[in-house]
């Protein structure tokens, strides 16, 4: 029996349109896990260049990595700097209510 190889898979190196990045974030925002939405924040910076978000937003480069990681904890004004610095937008839609099991 063979062994598998396996490699890493860098979510930020298949981010290349503005519509997957839109939609990466869309698929963290859905799972409601802050954690992982900060995450994608932070594969979606790396795509477009953490050095460029970090001049656009004013926050240090070292101190995104830190609060877009999987276990930082970033200020919802770090959220919205880095979401309007990666041309992005958030959006709020009511949620459809789940029917109601009738037994």
Known sequence: MSKERTTIWDPAENLETEEDMA?????????????LIAAALGDIARAKGMT?????????RESLYKALSPDGNPEFSTILKVVGALGLSLHAVPVKLKPIAVN
């Open 23 to 35: 939609a990466y974030l869309e698929a963290a925002l859905e799972e409601n896990d802050p954690s």
């Open 52 to 60: 460029q978000i970090s001049k656009e937003t004013g926050l240090g």
